[in-house]
C-alpha cells in the first residue's frame, strides 16, 4: 500500500516561496521516489494569498490558501513547516509555534539562526523534531552533514575554516591568480 503523503505548509509566497511550490510540483515523481513517498504542499500561508490561491487552483488538489500564517503552524494535515517569509518576526515565532506543535521546520533564513539559532534548536530538540537549516548554510552542508550524523560521537570543541561560497570562490580567484 502506498504511503501516506507527508504534507508540507509554505509560510510565504514570495519569489523563494513560489519557487518552492513550483518545484515541488515539478518534481514531485522523483522527489517521491527519492523520500519513499509522496511530499505534497497541503497548505500555503501568505500575507498576499490571491498570487498563492491562482498559483495553487491549477493543481488537481490545491492546497488550502490563507492569509493566516499563525494559523498553519497549527494545522493537523501539515507534517513540515517551510519558513520563506524571512527576517527575524514574525518568522521566530512561527517556527518556535511550529515545532510547540511538533512539526518539522525547514529554513534558509540565516538572521533569524544567527540570532535565534540556540533557541530554536534546544525547542526542537525538546520537542523531537527537526530543523533542517542547511540551505541557509549551502556552503558549509558537506561539514555540517559530517559534524551531525558521522563524528556525533567525538567531542569536538571548535572547527575553523571559510564556509561561505562566495568568500571561498573570491579567495580560490586570488590564489590561482596571485593577487
Same mark, same amino acid.
Given at each position: 500500500?502506498?504511503?501516506?503523503?507527508?504534507?508540507?505548509?509554505?509560510?510565504?509566497?514570495?519569489?523563494?516561496?513560489?519557487?518552492?511550490?513550483?518545484?515541488?510540483?515539478?518534481?514531485?515523481?522523483?522527489?517521491?521516489?527519492?523520500?519513499?513517498?509522496?511530499?505534497?504542499?497541503?497548505?500555503?500561508?501568505?500575507?498576499?494569498?490571491?498570487?498563492?490561491?491562482?498559483?495553487?487552483?491549477?493543481?488537481?488538489?490545491?492546497?488550502?490558501?490563507?492569509?493566516?500564517?499563525?494559523?498553519?503552524?497549527?494545522?493537523?494535515? !501539515?507534517? &513540515?513547516?517551510?519558513? +520563506?517569509?524571512? =527576517?527575524?518576526?514574525?518568522? /521566530?515565532?512561527?517556527?518556535? #509555534?511550529? $515545532?510547540? %506543535?511538533?512539526?518539522?521546520?525547514?529554513?534558509?533564513?540565516?538572521?533569524?539562526?544567527?540570532?535565534?539559532?540556540?533557541?530554536?534548536?534546544?525547542?526542537?530538540?525538546?520537542?523531537?523534531?527537526?530543523?533542517?537549516?542547511?540551505?541557509?548554510?549551502?556552503?558549509? !552542508?558537506? &561539514?555540517?552533514?559530517? +559534524?551531525?550524523? =558521522?563524528?556525533?560521537?567525538? /567531542?569536538?570543541?571548535?572547527? #575553523?575554516? $571559510?564556509? %561561505?561560497?562566495?568568500?571561498?570562490?573570491?579567495?580560490?580567484?586570488?590564489?590561482?591568480?596571485?593577487?
Amino acid at each position: 500500500t502506498p504511503l501516506k503523503p507527508l504534507n508540507v505548509g509554505l509560510l510565504g509566497f514570495g519569489t523563494v516561496g513560489r519557487g518552492t511550490f513550483d518545484v515541488l510540483a515539478r518534481n514531485a515523481g522523483e522527489i517521491a521516489r527519492r523520500a519513499g513517498r509522496p511530499i505534497e504542499v497541503s497548505a500555503i500561508a501568505t500575507r498576499s494569498p490571491d498570487r498563492a490561491r491562482a498559483a495553487a487552483a491549477a493543481r488537481s488538489a490545491p492546497p488550502h490558501v490563507s492569509a493566516d500564517l499563525k494559523a498553519l503552524v497549527r494545522r493537523r494535515d !501539515v507534517d &513540515i513547516v517551510c519558513e +520563506l517569509i524571512g =527576517g527575524i518576526e514574525p518568522a /521566530r515565532e512561527l517556527i518556535l #509555534a511550529a $515545532i510547540h %506543535n511538533r512539526k518539522h521546520v525547514v529554513t534558509a533564513n540565516k538572521a533569524l539562526l544567527a540570532h535565534h539559532g540556540t533557541e530554536i534548536f534546544a525547542a526542537a530538540h525538546a520537542q523531537g523534531v527537526m530543523v533542517a537549516f542547511e540551505a541557509a548554510v549551502a556552503g558549509g !552542508v558537506p &561539514i555540517i552533514k559530517a +559534524l551531525r550524523e =558521522g563524528l556525533s560521537a567525538n /567531542r569536538i570543541e571548535w572547527i #575553523a575554516g $571559510i564556509i %561561505n561560497g562566495t568568500s571561498n570562490f573570491i579567495l580560490s580567484e586570488m590564489r590561482a591568480r596571485g593577487a
